[in-house]
Protein backbone atom coordinates (compact mmCIF):
# COMPACT_ATOMS: atom_id res chain seq x y z
CA UNK A 1 0.00 0.00 0.00
CA UNK A 2 1.11 3.66 -0.82
CA UNK A 3 0.65 6.49 1.33
CA UNK A 4 -2.85 7.74 -0.18
CA UNK A 5 -3.88 3.84 0.23
CA UNK A 6 -3.36 4.78 4.33
CA UNK A 7 -4.49 8.24 3.84
CA UNK A 8 -7.81 6.79 2.83
CA UNK A 9 -7.86 4.30 5.51
CA UNK A 10 -7.55 6.47 7.99
CA UNK A 11 -10.36 9.09 6.88
CA UNK A 12 -12.19 5.85 6.93
CA UNK A 13 -11.32 5.42 10.55
CA UNK A 14 -12.07 9.01 11.31
CA UNK A 15 -15.49 8.53 9.51
CA UNK A 16 -16.16 5.40 11.87
CA UNK A 17 -15.75 7.70 15.06
CA UNK A 18 -17.55 10.21 14.10
CA UNK A 19 -20.32 7.54 13.94
CA UNK A 20 -19.47 6.28 16.96
CA UNK A 21 -19.65 9.33 18.23
CA UNK A 22 -22.73 10.43 17.22
CA UNK A 23 -24.46 6.90 18.12
CA UNK A 24 -23.30 7.61 21.85
CA UNK A 25 -23.81 10.94 22.32
CA UNK A 26 -27.39 10.38 20.72
CA UNK A 27 -27.96 7.19 22.80
CA UNK A 28 -26.30 9.57 26.12
CA UNK A 29 -28.98 12.39 25.29
CA UNK A 30 -32.09 10.08 25.33
CA UNK A 31 -31.80 7.26 27.59
CA UNK A 32 -33.25 8.02 31.11
CA UNK A 33 -31.45 5.94 32.45
CA UNK A 34 -28.55 8.26 34.61
CA UNK A 35 -25.75 5.45 34.74
CA UNK A 36 -26.63 5.02 30.97
CA UNK A 37 -26.40 8.34 30.21
CA UNK A 38 -22.98 9.11 31.73
CA UNK A 39 -21.43 5.47 30.46
CA UNK A 40 -22.43 6.86 26.72
CA UNK A 41 -20.99 10.64 27.06
CA UNK A 42 -18.09 9.04 27.84
CA UNK A 43 -17.99 6.75 25.49
CA UNK A 44 -18.92 9.60 23.25
CA UNK A 45 -16.10 12.06 24.41
CA UNK A 46 -13.84 9.05 24.39
CA UNK A 47 -14.30 8.71 20.46
CA UNK A 48 -14.32 12.99 19.76
CA UNK A 49 -10.81 12.06 20.85
CA UNK A 50 -9.45 9.48 18.59
CA UNK A 51 -11.18 11.17 15.74
CA UNK A 52 -9.02 14.60 16.78
CA UNK A 53 -6.01 12.70 16.94
CA UNK A 54 -6.55 10.64 13.26
CA UNK A 55 -7.16 14.02 11.80
CA UNK A 56 -3.58 14.98 13.41
CA UNK A 57 -2.24 12.45 10.92
CA UNK A 58 -4.58 13.52 7.72
CA UNK A 59 -3.75 17.45 8.29
CA UNK A 60 0.58 17.01 8.70
CA UNK A 61 0.62 17.62 12.67
CA UNK A 62 1.98 14.52 12.74
CA UNK A 63 4.12 12.56 10.02
CA UNK A 64 3.00 8.68 9.87
CA UNK A 65 4.93 5.78 8.80
CA UNK A 66 3.60 2.37 7.38
CA UNK A 67 5.10 -0.26 5.96
CA UNK A 68 4.05 -0.71 1.97
CA UNK A 69 2.67 -4.26 2.10
CA UNK A 70 0.19 -4.18 4.62
CA UNK A 71 -3.19 -5.57 4.37
CA UNK A 72 -6.24 -4.39 6.94
CA UNK A 73 -8.68 -5.94 5.48
CA UNK A 74 -10.82 -3.23 4.85
CA UNK A 75 -13.68 -5.04 2.82
CA UNK A 76 -14.72 -7.18 5.98
CA UNK A 77 -16.07 -4.48 7.69
CA UNK A 78 -17.56 -2.66 4.56
CA UNK A 79 -21.24 -4.18 5.30
CA UNK A 80 -21.49 -3.08 9.13
CA UNK A 81 -24.99 -1.42 9.11
CA UNK A 82 -25.25 2.17 10.54
CA UNK A 83 -25.78 2.87 14.17
CA UNK A 84 -29.19 3.20 14.67
CA UNK A 85 -30.84 4.93 17.85
CA UNK A 86 -34.01 3.24 17.08
CA UNK A 87 -32.87 -0.10 18.52
CA UNK A 88 -33.40 -2.00 21.03
CA UNK A 89 -31.11 -1.25 24.51
CA UNK A 90 -29.46 -4.27 24.14
CA UNK A 91 -29.10 -4.77 20.30
CA UNK A 92 -27.77 -1.16 19.83
CA UNK A 93 -24.83 -1.92 22.99
CA UNK A 94 -24.15 -6.01 20.86
CA UNK A 95 -23.90 -3.35 17.71
CA UNK A 96 -21.59 -0.85 20.17
CA UNK A 97 -19.39 -3.78 21.38
CA UNK A 98 -19.28 -5.29 17.95
CA UNK A 99 -17.86 -1.59 16.45
CA UNK A 100 -15.11 -1.39 19.20
CA UNK A 101 -13.82 -4.83 19.11
CA UNK A 102 -13.74 -4.10 14.79
CA UNK A 103 -11.92 -0.58 15.84
CA UNK A 104 -9.63 -2.21 18.21
CA UNK A 105 -8.56 -4.89 15.93
CA UNK A 106 -8.40 -2.03 13.30
CA UNK A 107 -5.65 -0.12 15.29
CA UNK A 108 -3.65 -3.28 16.17
CA UNK A 109 -3.20 -3.59 12.44
CA UNK A 110 -2.29 -0.17 11.88
CA UNK A 111 0.19 -0.84 15.19
CA UNK A 112 1.30 -3.99 13.37
CA UNK A 113 2.08 -1.67 9.89
CA UNK A 114 3.75 0.76 11.39
CA UNK A 115 7.54 0.98 10.99
CA UNK A 116 8.28 3.88 14.00
CA UNK A 117 8.31 3.28 17.79
CA UNK A 118 5.83 5.72 18.79
CA UNK A 119 3.33 5.60 15.76
CA UNK A 120 3.23 1.82 16.84
CA UNK A 121 2.73 2.73 20.34
CA UNK A 122 0.15 5.14 19.39
CA UNK A 123 -2.17 2.83 18.32
CA UNK A 124 -1.42 0.24 20.21
CA UNK A 125 -2.92 2.92 23.24
CA UNK A 126 -5.53 3.05 20.66
CA UNK A 127 -6.52 -0.15 20.38
CA UNK A 128 -6.49 -0.68 24.20
CA UNK A 129 -8.80 2.29 24.64
CA UNK A 130 -11.41 0.52 21.84
CA UNK A 131 -10.99 -2.83 24.43
CA UNK A 132 -11.68 -0.86 27.49
CA UNK A 133 -14.55 0.19 25.51
CA UNK A 134 -15.94 -3.19 24.24
CA UNK A 135 -15.11 -4.74 27.91
CA UNK A 136 -17.67 -1.62 29.33
CA UNK A 137 -20.35 -2.40 26.78
CA UNK A 138 -20.03 -6.25 27.64
CA UNK A 139 -20.56 -5.29 30.93
CA UNK A 140 -23.81 -3.49 30.83
CA UNK A 141 -24.67 -6.04 27.68
CA UNK A 142 -24.73 -8.97 30.01
CA UNK A 143 -26.58 -6.99 32.83
CA UNK A 144 -29.41 -6.33 30.21
CA UNK A 145 -29.46 -9.23 28.53
CA UNK A 146 -28.89 -11.85 31.41
CA UNK A 147 -29.83 -10.20 34.39
CA UNK A 148 -31.10 -13.24 36.21
CA UNK A 149 -27.51 -13.46 36.62
CA UNK A 150 -26.88 -10.12 38.04
Avoid at 42 to 59: D, R
Wanted: proline share 3%; charged share 35%; net charge negative.
Amino acid sequence: MDSEEYRKILAMAIEDEIASHDFYKSVSEKTSDESLKNIFAELAEEENKHKIFLEGYLTGKKPFHFAEVADFKVTESIDKPKLSISMKPADAIGLAMKAEEEAMQFYLRLSRASTEAEQKETFVALANMEKAHKVKLEEIYTSIAYPEVW
